[in-house]
């Protein structure tokens, strides 16, 4: 994704308004579970590689193949990173914890159950906070194998099992968000912070991060709920809104008719943006839960909690009301420098190289927001890996700061630098770029411009201030640009002066 | 215990992904009942505040580290798998008949 | 035939010595299978080839000048649902026609490492469904003693291999007493190991929280070696205890001392009265050694069996989800998915299988699970409670391993329940997760074989073994060989 798209659609998220009269006849009541993959080495119960992208059925053994007589062995790295996400949404961490196998029958699942947990998840409690400031409460965390991928095609489907068995967590939120809006918030804030807590890379398009929805609508002030429906196959944040959109107005449609809403599940058909049954009610699945027999119940001590805390970096939320305060840097700036951490990271170290003023860190979030993460999607390199580190940056801004160049000369000395590795000084100095600052050098050139701008002396002395910006520009030109604009306007105004008095 | 309606054998074949010729569900009907009437001797036993085993042996904590297999350690692996064994496959992958259809056997 | 005769023991000395090749030993193995395998069904498939290859391996490697290992050249003979490299692996089932396990089982790995050699593969209920061997698709065996009658279950072909020395060292898995009834019923020594002695990795599961993988031989001794090749904490198997690995004892040259539980639920009205009587005079020959008879009770017996087939069913159910015809085994053809689950499921298992699946699909299914699933998993924990207290008071626990003499082959095919009821007093053993073994303890009014049970706490498969190999030294019983293959 694009910069530009990412910063729009941050945009549209902060200005989203709510003007479906919908919203005055019911309130939308909106539950997520969202599955996350966790960035093992490893799948959660053999020793195959956790990898997006292989060729099918390439990453597999007889163990996530389901073969007869192989026995689970958890990945402690998995469980690890799931204390650490659950962490990094204040969940309570629970010391009794065990495996249940789930039960159902897919081509994807080879076992023909899915090792999740049950009734002993390892995490309860804790919530999602919003970019308003509201919490949306969650359920429980829980830690479970995915499945592998089953691919339709020409009258057959295709089974890739590189996916199967790697490990995921499933994070169950409360049905307390209201709008379609909301949900997609509520998304962005989770993906910050699995993404801060190095769970998780959370690219929906490798499926590494995917979503399911409940939804219900009532009427406002109603204490119960309306009936559910759950929405499935919702493999993008734009999906979960449209689809949430599209289901709302569907019940709010059948609401006034004074239709029942039917309890089902429901799948998200990208092509018509509508959503249709996949199951009812009545064929819901008994999944017959019961304790995974080959794998040991598992407790979380908390000194094992207490040694994974420091490890969490300060939360998005945190740190973008830190921005604001520390920096004062608007909402917005705010929100674009924390979408990563690395960028956050990147911003408070140019800044901190520059100098403690708000000023400082106004001109260096500038500079992170345009060029470097501009430069950072060109070359699609991380932030880390970028020929510009923090340090330089605060070398160039410096010589913004100290007049030594332009901000049109360090865009220049920025591209250059991006493709030499150059210091700003040397950059500056190769491209001929460096300001002139230096009034025994200017003079003689204004004072030449003077002398060939008879008619705009003459205008000037009669008052005319535009003439005084004619005979400026006449020394950038001399100067190719390079003259220091404020000193410029100084050596003009006295050496006409000078002229007056004569 | 409650005595437990058995559902019909028909439903329960389906949970199972079993197909069932007539003699079987003849003979399975008649004898899953009596096999479970047979279970409920357990409803005698006084099993208040009694902890549930599911476990054979009181073990915890049994985790491996994240380290990938040692392709050497004997075990059949990715398209060694498909080869020994599928019992259709394409271009790598296990082939399966569609969710829907019915109209090629 | 007579290096046939010889012990597993007795055979890996003469060819650790060199008095006899493994070739040899591979060979009179062969033959006697050839001899009597047609009659018997003991064996569902030979791997000729394989082994003779094999003991010229380990030939090769002794003229090398390596050590040979504990069972070096011994054949033995391996239960259908243990995996083997590349071998065929078909549980007795129709739906793994033309399977071949894709790695090797930790406990076959263990007795490969150890020089033993694996001639075949030896009949079973289908996947480990029964305690007759009649559910097998390849038929049943047939019990050496008599040829119409069933050599006991499940692991039937590994059993009577032993039985009428084929090999002399088989191995099976125990779920509810699929090692101890047949080496009773057949007249060899069995044992189930404690649960997580012998990682079950490669042992095709039945009930996962009761299958043990054990041998069988005709001397406690072998029992011991084989253990001792197989046991150990196992990193591929989560469930394998810290304190897994087994040295094999020292022979008592006495019993002085040894208090000996009798449990008054053992010897109840059930258990068939030619059966009763070799138990009690087993019992005076353990006293005659020097060990004191205790009273004791295990009050749970009763429901030991509802208990069991509630755990094993529901287990069973969840285990063989994944035999879907999808990644590998007989996949019957299909126009959509649903048909392929129900016809390749629907004609790959028989009956028995069926049965038991339904029972826990139903068991664990919503709205039931609690009254059935969840209830039978209390009553083990008393079960289990019933053997603590008792083993605060004796050392180990001995009784009958089975009810009654072996049935005739199709006497209980009408009534499941009749089979059931044989695993009475083995079940308990694998709820509480003990170690048990089976020694022939004498012959019944038919001159069919009687098996001892001798029970200990967890990790007490020592005492039990030597306490075996104590009562084999006081008797002859071990000697007793069917009629055909009798010296």
């Known amino acids: ?502 | 215990m409650d005595k437990a309606e058995l559902p019909p054998i028909e439903k329960l074949a389906r949970l199972a992904r079993l197909e069932l010729d007539p003699g079987e569900k003849e003979r399975l009907g008649t004898q899953l009942p009596r096999i479970l009437a047979y279970f409920e001797k357990l409803s005698e036993v006084d099993t208040e505040g009694v902890e549930a085993s599911p476990y054979a042996m009181a073990l915890k904590d049994r985790f491996r580290e994240d380290r990938p297999a040692d392709p050497g350690d004997g075990m059949l692996r990715g398209q060694d798998l498909v080869e020994q064994n599928a019992p259709a496959k394409e271009d790598g992958y296990y082939l399966v008949p569609p969710v829907m259809g019915g109209e090629e056997a | 035939m007579s290096l046939l005769q010889l012990s597993a023991s007795e055979m890996r000395d003469k060819a650790a010595s060199g008095e006899v090749s493994p070739s040899e030993l591979v060979e009179a193995s062969l033959a006697a299978i050839e001899a009597h395998n047609k009659a018997l069904g003991a064996f569902i498939s030979v791997d000729a080839e394989g082994a003779l290859a094999r003991a010229k391996e380990l030939e090769a490697a002794q003229a090398r000048g390596k050590e040979p290992g504990p069972l070096f050249g011994v054949p033995v003979g391996l239960k259908d649902n243990l995996c083997l490299i590349h071998q065929p692996m078909t549980c007795g089932s129709r739906i793994l026609e033309g399977y071949r396990a894709s790695y090797t089982s930790t406990a076959v790995q263990g007795l490969l490492d150890a020089g033993a050699i694996p001639i075949g593969r030896c009949n079973m209920d289908e996947f480990a469904f029964g305690s007759s061997t009649e559910h097998s698709c390849y038929g049943p065996t047939r019990n050496p003693w008599d040829l119409e009658r069933i050599p006991g279950g499940s692991s039937g072909g590994s059993a009577a291999a032993v039985a009428a020395r084929m090999v002399p060292l088989s191995l099976g898995s125990d779920t509810g007493g699929s090692i101890r009834q047949p080496a009773a019923l057949c007249g060899v020594a069995g044992l189930k190991p404690t649960y997580g002695r012998v990682s079950r990795f490669g042992l095709t599961a039945f009930g996962s929280s009761l299958d043990q993988i054990g041998p069988f031989a005709r001397r406690a001794r072998d029992l011991s070696l084989a253990l001792q090749a197989m046991a150990g904490q196992a990193p591929r198997d989560a469930t394998t205890l810290d304190a897994a690995a087994f040295p094999p004892p020292e022979p008592l040259m006495d019993l002085k001392g040894l208090k000996v539980g009798l449990p008054a639920e053992y010897l109840g009205e059930g258990v068939h009265p030619s059966i009763r009587a070799q138990i009690e005079a087993a019992q005076k020959t353990l006293a005659q050694l020097g060990a004191d008879l205790i009273p004791i009770q295990l009050p749970h017996t009763e429901y030991a069996i509802p208990a069991y087939y509630l755990v094993a069913t529901s287990e069973a159910s969840s285990n063989l989800a994944r035999f879907d015809g999808v990644r590998y085994g007989k996949r019957q053809k299909a126009g959509n998915l649903e048909d392929l689950y129900l016809e390749t499921r629907g004609k790959g298992f028989g009956e028995e299988a069926k049965r038991r699946i339904l029972l826990g699909v139903f068991c664990l299914s919503a709205g039931y699970i609690d009254a059935y699933y969840v209830k039978a998993l209390k009553v083990r924990t008393l079960l289990r409670r019933d053997f603590e207290e008792a083993f605060t008071k004796v050392d180990v626990i001995i009784g009958p391993t089975t009810p009654y003499p072996p049935f005739r082959i199709g006497e209980s095919e009408a009534d499941p329940m009749k089979l059931y009821l044989c695993d009475l007093l083995t079940a308990p053993a694998n709820l509480a997760g003990i170690p048990g073994l089976s020694v022939p303890c004498g012959l019944d009014e038919d001159g069919l074989p009687v098996g001892l049970q001798i029970l200990g706490p967890a990790l007490g498969d020592a005492r039990i073994l030597q306490v075996a190999e104590a009562f084999e030294n006081a008797t002859d019983f071990h000697k007793q060989a069917p009629r055909e293959v009798a010296p």
């Open chain 1, 1 to 502: 994704m694009s910069t530009d798209s990412k910063n729009e659609k941050v945009r549209g998220n902060i200005e989203a308004q709510d003007q479906d009269p919908i919203a005055e006849r019911y309130e939308t009541v909106i539950g997520l579970e969202v599955h996350v993959q966790l960035g093992t080495r490893t799948k959660l119960f053999c020793g195959c590689e956790n990898r997006f992208g292989a060729p099918p059925n390439t990453l597999t053994c007889p163990i996530c193949s389901g073969h007869p007589g192989v026995l689970p062995v958890p990945n402690r790295e998995a469980l690890r990173l799931g204390i650490l996400a659950a962490l990094s949404l204040d969940c309570d961490l629970q010391e009794h914890c065990k495996f249940d196998r789930k039960h159902y029958y897919y081509p994807d699942l080879p076992k023909g159950y899915q090792i999740s947990q049950f009734d002993l998840p390892f995490a309860l409690n804790g919530g999602v906070r919003l970019s308003s400031g509201k919490v949306i409460g969650l359920e429980r965390i829980h830690l479970e194998e995915d499945a592998g991928k089953n691919l339709h095609a020409d009258g057959h489907s295709h089974v890739d099992l590189n996916r199967a068995g790697v490990p995921l967590i499933e994070i169950v939120g409360m049905p307390e968000i209201r709008s379609p809006e909301e949900a997609h918030d509520y998304l962005e804030s989770l993906k910050r912070s699995m993404r801060y807590a190095g769970v998780s890379e959370c690219d929906m398009e490798k499926g590494s991060l995917r979503c399911d929805a409940n939804i219900s609508l009532r009427q406002h002030g109603a204490s119960e709920f309306g009936t559910k429906v759950e929405i499935k196959n919702l493999n993008s944040f734009k999906k979960v809104v449209a689809a949430l959109q599209y289901e709302r107005k569907r019940q709010a449609a059948c609401l006034d008719r004074g239709e029942p809403i039917h309890q089902e599940t429901r799948l998200f058909d990208d092509a018509s943006q509508q959503t249709r049954v996949m199951r009812t009610k009545e064929e819901a699945m008994d999944y017959r839960f019961f304790p995974e027999p080959d794998i040991p119940p598992f407790e979380i001590s908390t000194t094992e909690i207490e040694a994974l805390r420091p490890l969490l970096p300060e939360r998005h939320w945190e740190r973008r009301a830190r921005f604001m305060q520390e920096a004062g840097l608007g909402e917005y700036d705010s929100m674009v420098l924390t979408l990563e951490q690395e960028t956050a990271d990147y911003f408070e170290a140019a800044w901190k190289a520059l100098g403690p003023s708000q000023e400082e860190a106004k001109l260096t979030a500038n500079w992170v927001m345009t060029e470097v993460l501009r430069l950072s999607n060109e070359k699609g390199l991380p932030l880390s890996k970028l020929p510009i580190d923090p340090g330089t940056l605060a070398s160039l801004c410096r010589l913004i700061q100290e007049g030594k160049a332009s901000n049109q000369a360090a865009r220049k000395v920025f591209k250059h630098m991006a493709e030499t590795g150059d210091s700003p000084e040397k950059a500056l100095e190769e491209l001929g770029l460096a300001q002139i600052s230096d009034p025994a050098e200017l003079e003689p050139i204004v004072q030449k411009v003077i002398e060939n701008s008879k008619k705009a002396v003459k205008d000037y002395f009669k008052g005319k201030k535009k003439a005084l910006d004619a005979m400026k520009g006449g020394v950038m030109r001399e100067t190719r640009g390079r003259a220091n604009p404020g000193l410029v306007s100084e050596i003009l105004l006295r050496l006409l002066e000078n002229l007056r008095e004569k």
